[in-house]
């Protein structure tokens, strides 16, 4: 286990995302929530403190086959509360196996120009074959969809530069609104589909969107930040060591929480269970109180530089991670929270990427 930082007192502190699908983590928090209560949700986190918030989604309704619960697509949720915030970061799931990758990377674009540069993409790869039957494509083997998820990854980045971010010239006297020379033609030919570009729109605020990958994808070497899910602290960590040696910049922990609320943390998960079992998912679980939690992130920040937190009931949950636990971080130097107007990139302190066809233009001239 390799240490991220030398003693609590030189602790850089951890950026904490959470995830807001549904009514929570467990299978019995609750129904699919109204579109007001998500923003409702999203503008509680941005006030405690959390770095961003992430949206679950599939190509399935949550539910089961005869009773499916609808909602709304992750990326339109993350849209809709762009408007309402101003500082925590935006992150849906939206999966590269059912989503075409020119309008992938066109939808996340805009999502970070609606929110002026707060939009992540959480890579999904949702591969069930009925998952798949519902845009008509029949089962992947593992090969090709680890070589599908890696090109639709490089085409959006690609189609992300492929306006330079002095392009629109809106020279209104000699009616140009754009400088056609630094919008670019893409030409990616991947193994199923092919992508000529340019997007249909201008460059995002951060120049290229914070990607989250799961580490279960494998791809690491191709994520601003992988997501980590282990049933241990030791288990985390070795696996966010061949995260960094893969060349992630950021590694995120996967947390799942039960907290001592107004019923002890015990006791709300027998209830809940005794509604619907919660399976295991290969996430930390943590079951306790506020205090422990906070002990246990302390430890966690020793080797990645983040935790998604998974409420198991975001209404009971959220409320205690707000007032008792990013405090007592906070208090302790292990975290801060974002600041209005700053994009996702300085939140997370990755530096806005060069564009590459600018790059390669210097490098010619």
Same mark, same amino acid.
């Given at each position: 286990?390799?240490?991220?930082?030398?003693?609590?007192?030189?602790?850089?502190?951890?950026?904490?995302?959470?995830?807001?699908?549904?009514?929570?983590?467990?299978?019995?928090?609750?129904?699919?929530?109204?579109?007001?209560?998500?923003?409702?949700?999203?503008?509680?986190?941005?006030?405690?403190?959390?770095?961003?918030?992430?949206?679950?989604?599939?190509?399935?309704?949550?539910?089961?086959?005869?009773?499916?619960?609808?909602?709304?697509?992750?990326?339109?949720?993350?849209?809709?509360?762009?408007?309402?915030?101003?500082?925590?970061?935006?992150?849906?799931?939206?999966?590269?196996?059912?989503?075409?990758?020119?309008?992938?990377?066109?939808?996340?674009?805009?999502?970070?120009?609606?929110?002026?540069?707060?939009?992540?993409?959480?890579?999904?790869?949702?591969?069930?074959?009925?998952?798949?039957?519902?845009?008509?494509?029949?089962?992947?083997?593992?090969?090709?969809?680890?070589?599908?998820?890696?090109?639709?990854?490089?085409?959006?980045?690609?189609?992300?530069?492929?306006?330079?971010?002095?392009?629109?010239?809106?020279?209104?006297?000699?009616?140009?609104?754009?400088?056609?020379?630094?919008?670019?033609?893409?030409?990616?030919?991947?193994?199923?589909?092919?992508?000529?570009?340019?997007?249909?729109?201008?460059?995002?605020?951060?120049?290229?969107?914070?990607? !989250?990958? %799961?580490?279960? /994808?494998?791809? &690491?070497?191709?994520?601003? $930040?992988?997501? +980590?899910?282990?049933?241990?602290? *030791? #288990?985390?960590?070795?696996?966010?060591?061949?995260?960094?040696?893969?060349?992630?910049?950021?590694?995120?922990?996967?947390?799942?929480?039960?907290?001592?609320?107004?019923?002890?943390?015990?006791?709300?998960?027998?209830?809940?269970?005794?509604?619907?079992?919660?399976?295991?998912?290969?996430?930390?679980?943590?079951?306790?109180?506020?205090?422990?939690?906070?002990?246990?992130?302390?430890?966690?920040?020793?080797?990645?530089?983040?935790?998604? !937190?998974? %409420?198991?009931? /975001?209404?009971? &949950?959220?409320?205690?991670? $707000?007032?008792? +636990?990013?405090?007592?971080?906070? *208090? #302790?130097?292990?975290?801060?929270?974002?600041?209005?107007?700053?994009?996702?990139?300085?939140?997370?302190?990755?530096?806005?990427?060069?564009?590459?066809?600018?790059?390669?233009?210097?490098?010619?001239?």
């Amino acid at each position: 286990m390799t240490d991220r930082h030398i003693g609590l007192s030189g602790l850089s502190g951890l950026h904490l995302a959470l995830e807001l699908d549904g009514g929570g983590a467990h299978p019995a928090s609750g129904p699919v929530p109204a579109p007001q209560a998500v923003w409702e949700t999203a503008v509680a986190a941005e006030q405690a403190g959390f770095a961003l918030v992430t949206f679950a989604d599939a190509p399935l309704p949550p539910g089961t086959v005869t009773e499916p619960v609808g909602r709304i697509e992750a990326g339109t949720r993350a849209a809709y509360v762009s408007g309402r915030t101003d500082r925590i970061g935006l992150a849906p799931t939206l999966h590269i196996t059912t989503t075409e990758p020119f309008h992938l990377a066109t939808q996340l674009a805009s999502l970070d120009h609606a929110s002026h540069g707060r939009a992540a993409w959480l890579v999904g790869a949702a591969a069930g074959a009925d998952d798949l039957a519902t845009v008509g494509r029949t089962p992947l083997s593992a090969a090709n969809l680890h070589r599908e998820i890696a090109d639709v990854v490089d085409t959006a980045r690609a189609l992300w530069d492929s306006w330079e971010d002095d392009a629109v010239v809106k020279d209104v006297a000699n009616g140009r609104f754009l400088d056609p020379d630094r919008v670019h033609h893409i030409d990616f030919e991947g193994a199923g589909f092919t992508v000529k570009g340019p997007l249909i729109t201008p460059r995002p605020p951060q120049g290229q969107l914070v990607v !989250l990958t %799961p580490d279960a /994808l494998d791809i &690491d070497e191709r994520a601003d $930040a992988v997501l +980590v899910a282990r049933p241990t602290p *030791a #288990a985390i960590a070795a696996r966010a060591a061949t995260a960094r040696a893969a060349g992630a910049p950021l590694v995120f922990a996967e947390v799942e929480v039960v907290l001592d609320a107004d019923v002890p943390a015990a006791d709300r998960l027998a209830e809940l269970n005794g509604t619907a079992d919660w399976p295991g998912t290969g996430r930390l679980r943590h079951t306790g109180s506020p205090e422990s939690l906070a002990e246990l992130l302390a430890e966690l920040a020793r080797f990645v530089d983040g935790v998604r !937190l998974h %409420p198991a009931v /975001l209404a009971d &949950d959220l409320p205690v991670l $707000a007032d008792r +636990v990013l405090p007592a971080l906070a *208090a #302790a130097g292990l975290h801060r929270p974002p600041r209005p107007g700053d994009t996702l990139r300085t939140t997370l302190g990755l530096p806005r990427p060069a564009n590459r066809f600018a790059a390669a233009s210097a490098t010619n001239a």
